[in-house]
């Protein structure tokens, strides 16, 4: 009979199987004989003290059998004379809406208004490098949406690991490694999700889905509160179910239930700036260690702070990372942070955001469903022009931020097209400006080493989740039109890759239980 047991791991041990199969056995009480292998089930790294990796394993002894799961892709069927489901984006929570139409005989048709992740590249180098912005294709828009280009975080408030199995294993069928499977804080990084995106697409096709590129929604038609076309810029596709997953960015999709008078309401979401440290500061208030031990992964950390009731917290934190121009539109300017699998970049960045919820802004003079949404706009512009209209973002050294004065020169940094120094401490707003200092202040108090000049302060981070929610129902549906599925972060309902994979999934649970295809 198989035992589950706790062993700790020191650094340099968590790989050598040898070390981990003695300590197994001891801790099993079974001979090493008769210790026929194990089973990693969960893998966290404690670095309270002197860091170590603590794991639950399980022991398997000569008597245990070991049955593979079966693969969830020999669930899937042949689609290609089923019943048709409109998907509207290949994020997240489109592909995974689309794999789990598979499992129930639907056929999943997919528009997206950007490029695959093959050309999607020399639109990320546009604007890298030259400061164009394509707005149908960047680093919000197109396959894989914003989680392509990403840190690939698999981060999930949901306190059951068997809620996200199924998802974490459709990636490591399509590519990712298992480590993500039993680490407590997996990722896959952005060097590696573009092919593992490429291999779920051509999952979907050869199974007799349809992925189309370049198709941007323009309107919907609907009679008698029933779902009847799509339109894409002039063509008109027949449908009466669709899945709506357009991602937190799809700004016009907003702007078309408020012109045709849809339902969609404001929500609360956050904005602030990206801090920078060098990774070697972060590493050593984690670890106590500089450099830190080489079997070590770059540090991390999740900051939190109050200020007059309001939450101050860090967000999409990338260790070893690189802070990167999100603008989907000419004009704005927007920064955002990614990983690659390695986690080897020489600097580590968070977004430093402020909750903003919809009593905050009418304080501040916007009014009306889209307030969230003319907020984002208006301090995004505000940064473009700052930054002398271009994507350089607009920076300062994080003491001078909070002492009040100018920065007259920068540090290395990770960012691309590259910073000019600005006084954020003056051109943020108030309602901003005033919980990012004080919550910099706390933390500068609490993590000795976190306040420091090598540290900047990058503006803007504004598009951590949507800043709208499109309603439905209690059958997923939009309470006003019968066979819309509102779905995933554009509609309000996920905030990263798990949570909107998670919500693709449910919304098609939804459709095929109200359709009883």
Known sequence: MSKIVEITLLPVEHEDEGAIRRKVSKKAKIAHEDLVGYRILKRSLDARKRPVYRCRVEALTRDDQIAEELLIATRYQDVRKAPPIHIIGAGPAGYFAALECLEHGLKPIIFDRGKDVRNRRFDLRAIQQQGIVDPDSNYCFGEGGAGTYSDGKLYTRLKKRRHIEKMLKILVEHGAKADILIDAHPHIGSNKLPPIITNIRHT????????????????????????RALDFKGLKIPSNLCVLATGHSARDVYRLFLRRGWQIEPKPFAM??????????????????????????????????????????????????????????????????????????????????????????????????????????????????????????????????????????????????????ARLDVELPPYLREPITEGIRQLGNRIPGFLTSEAIAVGIESRTSAPMTIPRTATMQHPQIDGLYPCGEGAGYAGGIVSAALDGQRVIQALYQNTGS
């Open 204 to 227: 979907i096709e050869r199974y007799g889905g349809e992925v189309h590129f370049g198709h941007q929604l323009t309107d919907l038609h609907i009679e008698n509160q029933q779902l």
């Open 272 to 421: 602030g700036v990206r801090i920078e440290h060098p990774q070697a500061i972060i590493d050593e208030i984690q670890y106590s260690q500089r450099p830190r031990e080489a079997q070590l992964p770059a540090a991390s950390y999740t900051l939190k702070a109050s200020h007059k009731e309001r939450s101050i917290f860090s967000f999409c934190m990338c260790p070893g990372g690189l802070i990167v121009p999100a603008a989907t539109a000419p004009g704005e300017l927007v920064v955002n942070g990614m990983s690659p699998s390695r986690r080897d970049s020489a600097f580590a960045n968070s977004g430093f955001v402020v909750q903003i919820d919809p009593s905050l802004l009418a304080q501040n003079g916007y009014e009306g469903v889209m307030a969230g949404l003319e907020a984002q706009q208006e301090v995004e512009q505000h940064m473009f022009l700052l930054a002398g209209k271009t994507q350089k973002a607009p920076a300062q050294r994080l003491t001078d931020f909070m002492r009040g004065s100018a920065s007259t020169t920068l540090p290395k940094h990770s960012y691309i097209p590259g910073l000019t120094a």
